[in-house]
């Protein structure tokens, strides 16, 4: 089985919508695919209705949080939409992305890059607006040659001259949220140096205590020394660890099924899932 158990879609930050994204899936090969747009389950309905025979759609959400004062990603699986609590938190943090993205637009503008709200606002179409969309808008005018050019010190990273907090989610409470509504909470990517700062082991260790479930080691921002790293300590905490390609379609370099998780680390989470089955044809 190939598993890849985090990507994205136009319903955040990528450029295929959900259904190109299953039969993109599907010529790559993959038997599963989870769908974890940023703050959203706005895609999924769209890429259910588009499986094809023998495909699996896992549904999750990437939430913005925030761990031990450092911005992190934690993707939920297979949790129940309709449950209250978890989706008011999903509409406080989609409703941020629009008067933190025009902040950032306003940051840029007084660096002298011609980047307008109207140019990114296209970009993101019916997507929740993110910063990918406004690195694209850079690349568009010609500020910088790729949207990963964007994402340093001198412009969008965490950090950066326009850099904007957002609003974030707690990532002891997300854990705990997630948990509530049904689902399995995997910390995403999370010694992605390249990114920005990272938390410690430490903050790791404690969130296993709070109940995390696993932790995402296979992802094209770790080297192999943070993979075996990661990889060793989830073994000594007891937690799941997956592998994804973290696909945005045309916006960054990576293709899906670029990493992928294990039929035993999937069998796993679907086992621990208790607000929502698997999808398929």
Known sequence: MRIDMH????????????????????????????LTDHDTVGGHAEAAAALPTGMTLVTGTEFSCRLDGVSIHMLGYLFDPEEPEL??????LRDDRVPRAKAIIAKL??????????????????????????????VETGVVPTVKDAFTLDWIAD????????HELDGYTAVKMIHNAGGVAVFAHPLAVLRGQVVSESSI??????????????????????RARLRALAAELDLVTTGASDYHGDVKDVRLGNDLTSPEAYEEIVARAKGAKPLTA
């Open 7 to 34: 990507t994205h879609s136009t319903a955040s930050d990528g450029s295929d919508a959900p259904a190109e994204l299953i039969r993109h899936a599907a010529e790559a090969g993959l038997d599963v695919l989870g």
């Open 87 to 92: 989706a008011a938190q999903r509409e406080l």
């Open 109 to 138: 503008n007084a660096l002298d890059v011609p980047v307008t709200w109207e140019q990114v606002k296209r970009l993101a179409g019916d997507g929740a607006v993110g910063r990918p969309h406004i690195a694209a808008a850079m």
């Open 159 to 166: 950090g950066g001259r326009a850099h904007v907090d957002k």
């Open 205 to 226: 260790v404690k969130l296993a205590e709070a109940g995390l479930d696993g932790v995402e080691v296979d992802h094209y921002d770790h080297d192999d020394a943070n």
